[in-house]
């Protein structure tokens, strides 16, 4: 039987079996890579997919479900590594000096120009 329904896909594409199969009650639709998935009309309609920031013509999944009072997050730009050192110290309750001391001894390091993604430091 496998080989007989692989003998009768092998003589069309893809999109043309979705062709035939559109609007019938049969379970066929296509298995769309991801570039398609993102741009496929129900899931435009849906707000399935969001652009990846610095990435355009990139998509990436949109939160799900979306919830009214936890709505998610849309994709946001990928941290840097050491972006936000002095932040998460301060919201750990480290103060200046510790933060500077920790800094000169090398046990932690930050990103060249200090926070990356706008979090404010509380020091």
């Known amino acids: 039987m496998k080989a007989r329904f692989g003998s009768i896909f092998i003589t069309k594409t893809r999109d043309e079996w979705a062709d035939i199969f559109y609007g019938t009650d049969a379970c066929c639709v296509p298995v769309l890579n991801a ?14 997919f969001a652009p990846t920031p610095g ?5 990436e999944p949109a939160p ?9 997050h849309t994709p946001r730009p990928s941290p840097t590594p050491g972006g936000e050192t002095r ?7 480290f103060g200046p000096q510790e933060v500077a001391t920790l800094l000169e001894s090398g046990a932690v390091a930050e990103a060249s120009g200090g926070a990356a993604t706008g979090r404010q430091s509380k020091l």
């Open 55 to 59: 990435k355009e013509g990139f998509f």
């Open 64 to 72: 799900a479900p979306k919830l009214s009072r936890t709505p998610g």
């Open 35 to 48: 570039h398609e998935a993102a741009r496929h009309p129900h899931a435009v309609a849906r707000g399935s």
């Open 87 to 93: 932040v998460v110290l301060a919201d750990f309750g």
